[in-house]
């Protein structure tokens, strides 16, 4: 046997001994906290979006880390970059529990290194419970839950669940008055027998989606990194997705053309099927287990803008633009925004998820051995892509460029456009098909070795293998059309041993304070997603390296805790969208690179007084890429030393809340430093604050309600990323100039209802 299958059989061997072990039951005086969880309301402010919660900042790049999302112990996509996470889950009122996790223990636990949110569904209660949620903003939001649980008989129980999300975003676009449509339906039956001490279910889910919601819009770039709106646009109220629903692609398998509607196109229906169930034994071991088959049919719609040009830069007398489809050659004068369409259709994933726990109290620790097993199908999943050109404009038209020929003495399209003003079709096409595989097995443990010292370990070892087949390059050079699969494919089969550890020791000097250290180290391989480009992405493990240390102090008013934090990651795998600086041109290419951040992070709450409580976060952190060289466009380019696109150095949070009687009142405030807009750090945006508040009104124990405002301080919130800006390596010549970009959610007054009973 080889060594991989060696230490499989040692783990095992392991976790058998321990199971062996025949002990007289001892009163149980730890309290296990592997993993902690903590609370996670602040994770569901997010001040980007409204379908899913913020991503935690833990140094590294967002566009790998974003937060991982969770349901009754399993993930609830396999790969995100197939089908994101907020199509297929929701924070839908149907949870009995939700916690935020570490990125330790989101390695261990999920293989994934990040932090993560963890939801458990309602599962039937001991006697009938309801709640009926309502939630509307002051753009037009319809938000609805309805949850039911209670008894039937001889030890049956039910949950019912029911959500619809009808967002109109913070714009009016005419491709929908509705841009995320979301429904959510949930129903599980359950059974407890053998006195309680065991129990099994069943849960079906179905979701369906269809989001056309682009946080894209363009404003004027300044030289300190602020913006301002162009005339007109203000930032957060522009529909800068085209206005026409209908869109002209090339499909990938006939290479014929073809209009297909945005939203029925890349709609997300999801159905589900969990198995799970719970034993407690006598000799009070605990097993949990659950399985779920997934079944998918999803596609996505996520527009690339470039750069933004002037028609004044252009002679008129040989160089026009007019609006497509316009029979009486309109000419039109202004900006043009330069943009690269993206459609992946619907395609098919299938996907088998299980995990078994195992675990039992013993006197001064706890002991949990897991197994976790996945199986995913992806089924010829493409993205279509095009040029074009559009109006800077609310709800804008498309343009086509057109050049005078004397020789024909008229009007010709430019840069090859057809009558639709979209030329390169599938330019960037993607594919890839096929399988993979993840099976782990982790052992999670808490041990008080003192009463004043204790140590949570945990391992992970996992085999995470693929195989399918991709549109390479070389095959797409030798296809006599390369915009669509005319020639052949190339199959590919890689396999990741993957190994991950951590240990946080405690150590309680007095009852009020004490030092805490943890070291961690983290292995991942790479998705079959990685070989949707044309180049080889060169897949490697990635290593995460994991240190830190400080100390902590806590009592009847304050909870201090203070840390220094180390972290590395090697080998990221990254499938972004370049821009050519003269063409304006886009293109997609898979690169890797390795970042690295030290940091200090301090987190406090006080509770001066009754009713008051106050939490503060302090993070000074300095991430930077490494080993970050490519070339594209026949440039070479080195982005090694520079900061991390869209993480901030400085981050400040505060977060007041005070309770009287049946008001609570809140806030929350969340201070970025400046941060680079794009990978050469030649264009910066400005320190920002991301601000909430809100009034709790409980009527009684059945109904409560709750008016909340997101950007109280209504700030232009240019954030995230600037289009286009990948390969921006002189950031002067932007300066005073429009471009197009990410933005916060603009000021909204939002308004909840809840009903229990």
Not at 163 to 179: E, G, K, M, Q, T
Not at 180 to 187: C, L, R
Not at 222 to 250: F, H, N, Q
Not at 474 to 488: E, I, L, N, Q, V
Request: proline residues 3%.
């Amino acid at each position: 046997m080889n060594k991989k299958t060696n230490l499989l059989f040692l783990v095992l061997g392991m976790a058998n001994m321990l199971l062996a072990q025949e002990k007289s039951a001892v009163k149980d005086t730890v309290q296990y906290a592997a993993p902690k969880q903590e609370a996670a309301s602040n994770v569901l402010l997010n001040a980007s979006v409204d379908d899913g919660p913020r991503s935690i900042n833990v140094g590294l790049p967002l566009g790998t880390t974003g937060t991982v999302v969770s349901e009754n112990g399993l993930l609830v996509s396999f790969d995100p970059q197939g089908q994101k996470p907020a199509q297929v889950w929701r924070s839908d009122g149907s949870f009995s529990k939700v916690s935020s996790l570490t990125l330790s223990q989101t390695a261990i636990l999920y293989g994934d290194v990040c932090a993560s949110v963890s939801t458990y569904t309602h599962r039937g209660t001991d006697s009938f419970n309801g709640n009926i949620g309502f939630t509307t903003n002051s753009f037009g939001l319809l938000r609805g839950n309805v949850t039911l649980s209670g008894p039937m008989k001889n030890g049956w129980y039910y949950a019912l669940n029911g959500f619809i999300n009808l967002d109109p975003s913070n714009y009016r676009s005419d491709v929908s008055r509705f841009l995320d449509k979301t429904y959510i339906f949930k129903g599980t039956l359950r059974k407890v027998y053998n006195g309680g001490k065991g129990e099994i279910g069943i849960l079906y889910k179905y979701s369906g989606s269809r989001n056309a919601i682009d946080k894209n819009t363009p404003y004027i770039y300044r030289s300190d990194g602020s913006v301002d709106a162009l005339p007109g646009l203000k930032i957060g109220s522009v529909a800068y997705t085209p206005r026409d629903r209908k869109v002209i692609v090339m499909n990938a398998f006939t290479g014929e053309k073809e209009q297909v509607d945005l939203l029925d196109a890349t709609r997300s229906e999801t159905h589900a099927v969990e198995l799970f169930g719970k034993n407690k034994f006598d000799n009070g071991f605990n097993l949990d287990y659950i399985v779920r088959y997934n079944y998918a049919n999803s596609g996505l719609y996520s527009p690339n803008f470039n750069d933004i040009i002037s028609t004044d830069s252009y002679n008129s007398s040989d160089t026009r633009f007019i609006y497509a489809g316009n029979e009486n050659e309109q000419v039109y004068t202004g900006y043009v925004q330069r943009a690269m369409g993206s459609i992946v259709p619907q395609s098919k994933k299938h996907a088998l998820l299980s995990r078994i726990e195992l675990s039992k109290k013993f006197d001064t620790h706890k002991l949990t051995i897991g197994f976790s097993g996945e199986y995913y199908r992806v089924d010829h999943f493409n993205r279509l892509t095009y040029s074009y050109l559009q109006e800077v404009a609310n709800n804008p038209r498309q343009l086509i460029q057109q050049t005078w020929n004397a020789d024909a003495g008229q009007w010709v399209n430019a840069n090859d456009a057809d009558e639709y003003g979209q030329w390169k079709y599938n330019g960037s096409l993607q594919y890839y098909n096929g399988h993979e595989g993840r099976v782990a097995l982790y052992l999670l443990e808490n041990w008080n070795i003192t009463p004043r010292l204790n140590l949570e370990f945990g391992a992970r070892i996992e085999n995470h293998s693929f195989s399918g087949d991709w549109y390479s390059e070389a095959m797409r050079s030798a296809a006599p059309d390369r915009r669509w699969f005319s020639g052949d494919t190339e199959d590919v089969s890689r396999n990741f041993f993957n190994k991950s550890f951590s240990a946080a020791l405690t150590w309680k000097v007095t009852r009020q304070w004490g030092f805490i250290a943890e070291a961690s180290y983290f292995e991942k391989g790479g998705h079959l997603s990685a070989y949707s480009g044309a180049d080889d992405p060169a897949l490697k493990q990635s290593h995460t390296p994991y240190f830190s240390g400080g100390f902590y102090y806590n009592n009847s008013w304050i909870s201090l805790i203070t840390k220094v934090t180390r972290v590395q990651m090697s080998n990221i795998g990254v499938n972004g969208t370049f821009n050519n600086e003269e063409t304006g041109e886009s293109l997609k290419k898979t690169f890797n690179y390795d970042v690295q951040t030290l940091g200090w992070t301090t987190d406090v709450i006080l509770r001066p007084f009754k009713g008051f409580n106050l939490h503060f976060l302090l993070t000074l952190q300095n991430p930077e890429y490494k080993k970050f060289e490519f070339d594209v466009f026949g440039k070479q380019y080195d982005y090694s030393g520079n900061s991390l696109r869209s993480i901030s150095k400085t981050l400040i949070e505060i977060d007041p809340s005070y309770s009287v009687g049946k008001f609570k009142i809140w806030a929350s405030a969340r201070y970025f430093s400046k941060e680079a807009a794009n990978y050469p750090n030649s264009v910066y945006f400005a320190a920002r604050w991301e601000t909430f508040a809100g009034l709790d009104y409980k009527y009684n124990k059945a109904v409560s309600f709750s008016l909340s405002a997101v950007n109280l301080l209504n700030q232009a919130g240019a954030q995230g990323s600037i289009s286009g800006g990948n390969t921006i390596t002189d950031g002067s010549k932007y300066y005073d100039k429009p471009l197009a970009g990410t933005y916060i959610r603009p000021f909204t007054v939002e308004l909840k209802t809840k009903i229990s009973f």
